[in-house]
C-alpha cells in the first residue's frame, strides 16, 4: 500500500505564496516522478509541475516563473513553492506520483493524493 499526504494549501491574497508538500509513504523502492496536478470548479484536472527522480522538471505555462517544483528522495517528499499567485491559481491541488513498489519492482503505478484546496483572494 502507498499512500500520498499533501499539506500547505490555504487562503493567499494576490501576489502571495504559498508551499505545498507531498509525502509519499508504504512499501516503495522507487518513486519515478513526483508532481502536481490542479482542478478548479467546472474544469479539467490539469498538469502544474512534475520532478523525475533525478531531477528534471517540466512545468505548465501558466506556472513557469512562479512556480518552483522540488522533491526530497531520501525523504520521499515533494514539494511546490507558489509565488505571485494569481486568483485564477485557485483549485485544488493533487499530488501524483508514478511508483514502484517493493511487491511489484519491475511495475509502475500511478498514485493520487486526496487534494489540498488553494484559495487566492483578496
Known amino acids: 500500500q502507498v499512500q500520498l499526504v499533501e499539506s500547505g494549501g490555504g487562503l493567499v491574497q494576490p501576489g502571495g505564496s504559498l508551499r505545498l508538500s507531498c509525502a509519499a509513504s508504504g512499501t516503495i523502492f522507487v518513486i519515478n516522478v513526483m508532481g502536481w496536478y490542479r482542478q478548479a470548479p467546472g474544469k479539467q484536472r490539469e498538469l502544474v509541475a512534475v520532478i523525475t527522480n533525478g531531477g528534471e522538471t517540466t512545468y505548465a505555462d501558466f506556472v513557469k516563473g512562479r512556480f518552483a517544483v522540488s522533491r526530497d528522495n531520501a525523504k520521499n517528499t515533494a514539494y511546490l513553492q507558489m509565488n505571485s499567485l494569481k486568483p485564477e491559481d485557485t483549485a485544488v491541488y493533487y499530488c501524483?506520483?508514478?511508483?514502484?513498489?517493493?511487491?511489484?519492482?519491475?511495475?509502475?503505478?500511478?498514485?493520487w493524493g486526496q487534494g489540498t484546496q488553494v484559495t487566492v483572494s483578496s
Open positions: 501524483n506520483a508514478r511508483i514502484r513498489t517493493m511487491r511489484r519492482p519491475l511495475e509502475e503505478t500511478e498514485y
